[in-house]
């Protein structure tokens, strides 16, 4: 016991030391100690995988063996991610090698959220949820869900249901002690739609099902709308839903559902009924188009109310806007026909852009728009909501910059220094990395280059904050994962820190 105390106490004083990224020196140890491994793979949770041979374990950020080599033929591109590395072969392993689960044959490796369950070490975005299933005897088999690295509960025979937007499980709160529940049982209920396990989300809500009948509730299970719509067409905003009712009719093709008109609700009360069917969220606000109520009448042969043919601004509460803040400036809707026709204005109302703009991107930090002079030039316009400021930016990077600066990695007025349209897998903005990580991505280029002494093409890293080129040949490079950049360099991996530093 004594000694597993002093092993826990030593990796816990390791991960405070190394939390921020290594020095020179420390990253030279590294990799003096990881030279003669086959494999190496990305640092996370201040572990990597390493193998040699057919053999794989975990090493720390020192290069210490911390789960010693004994797996073997496993996901080589497995993290630990919250405490936990899954592989279908291992199972379930906490930062110290301790298997989690009985063993049983893994029947999946589940993480959320990602629209369905998936192999966890190939999911694009990380979430605190996990679950396993392992099959304890043909026909039988039990749930294992993990919550921030720890067994929350398990399941028999049966499956959760999750919130893929939040990753929270479904559960109920019966006499103070919280229940969670699963898919079999639900169907025992009556309730008959999960698709591969999961209830559509909708914010922090469930679109569920019951006798055919679409209703939404809470993660506790509360019913937030009844069960009694035909259809489920919904958007979330700012703690608001808009429910979206459809149009069916019997056409060429079969049964064809046309949505008419879009509900308000708030806090499970009606805030704004026969508004748009095709409502656009920009950030805390809602914007309806407006419908053409005698193409409506014409090709549907329905009659829609004249409040669905008028464009207008809401807030999540229902108060109409005449225009939407952004920074000290605002977007004026124009009332005219012509859709998306908005104006850029100061407070005063004067125009910072000559001529009307359309809403491409809204998000919390920035907005891209359109106008006639920017859709000629092949460029958008994005509006910094903290300065007001407008730059015109090639259609090539819009994307990519967008995600950097809403996320806080990038000012607009950097963007130049970046290079951001000579895109390349460094510099793409990944959700599950930190943001820190993220930022060296985007700091650090990998171009091709060509030598002349070997005759061959290398890939060359170039740190574009000072200009700086780290003069070797690399045969790949990688990206930036807990803070080390992983590179495969004279036919070995290694690390570099965040000032290209660490091979000799």
Do not use: H
């Not at 004994?70 to 379930?92: A, H, I, P, S």
């Not at 829609?304 to 807030?315: D, E």
């Amino acid at each position: 016991m004594k000694r597993i105390v002093i092993t826990l106490l030593a990796a816990m004083s390791f991960s405070s030391t190394f939390a921020a990224s290594l020095n020179q020196k420390q990253t030279e140890l590294l990799n003096e100690k990881v030279k003669d491994y086959d494999y190496v793979g990305n640092f996370s949770d201040n572990r990597a995988l390493v193998t040699k041979g057919n053999k794989s374990g975990f090493i720390n950020k020192s290069g210490d063996v911390v789960i010693p080599l004994q797996y073997e033929n496993v996901n080589k591109e497995g993290m630990f991610r919250n405490g936990l590395w899954f592989d279908y072969k291992v199972g379930v392993t906490d930062t110290m090698g301790r298997n989690l689960v009985p063993q049983g044959k893994v029947l999946s490796i589940m993480c959320y959220p990602n629209g369905s369950f998936t192999d966890i070490n190939n999911a694009s975005v990380y979430k605190p949820t996990a679950v396993v299933q392992i099959e304890t005897e043909p026909g039988k088999y039990t749930s294992y869900c993990f919550e921030n690295g720890k067994l929350l509960f398990t399941l028999s025979n049966d499956s959760p249901i999750v919130n893929s937007n939040t990753g929270e499980f479904l559960s109920t709160t019966k006499k103070g002690k919280k229940e969670y529940v699963g898919i079999e049982a639900l169907k025992k209920q009556g309730f008959d739609y999960c698709r591969n396990g999961m209830a559509i989300p909708v914010g922090e809500y469930l679109i569920m099902n019951k006798n055919n009948k679409y209703g939404l509730v809470d993660m506790n299970f509360n019913v937030l709308y009844p069960f009694e719509r035909d259809n489920m067409d919904i958007q979330y905003v700012d703690g608001a839903v808009l429910l979206t009712n459809v149009f069916v009719r019997d056409g060429e093709t079969g049964r064809e559902s046309y949505p008419i008109s879009t509900t308000l609700y708030k806090g499970g009360k009606l805030v704004a009924d026969n508004l748009d069917c095709l409502p656009s969220v920009y950030g805390k606000n809602i914007y309806f188009r407006g419908t053409d109520i005698e193409d409506a009448k014409k090709y549907l042969g329905i009659n829609l109310p004249a409040s669905v043919g008028q464009r207008k601004v809401l807030t999540s509460n229902g108060k109409e806007l005449k225009y939407i803040s952004v920074g000290n400036n605002r977007l004026k809707l124009l009332d005219t026909q012509a859709a998306d026709t908005w104006m850029f204005e100061d407070a005063k109302g004067n125009a910072l852009i000559n001529e009307p703009v359309s809403v491409s991107i809204f998000g919390n930090k920035v907005a891209v728009v359109e106008s006639e002079a920017s859709t000629n030039s092949n460029k958008l316009i994005y509006i910094d909501f903290a300065t007001g400021d407008t730059v015109w930016v090639p259609e090539s990077e819009s994307i990519n910059l967008f995600y950097y600066v809403e996320n806080g990695l990038l000012k607009l007025s950097d963007r130049k220094k970046y290079d951001l349209d000579n895109f390349n897998s460094l510099c793409s903005y990944t959700k599950d990395l930190s943001k820190k990580d993220n930022e060296l991505n985007l700091k650090f280029r990998k171009r091709e280059d060509y030598s002349v002494s070997t005759k061959k093409y290398f890939n060359k890293l170039v740190i574009l904050e000072n200009g700086t080129s780290i003069n070797k040949e690399f045969q790949d490079i990688k990206t930036f994962s807990d803070e080390l950049l992983r590179v495969k360099y004279n036919n070995r991996w290694y690390f570099l820190n965040d000032k290209g530093e660490g091979i000799k």
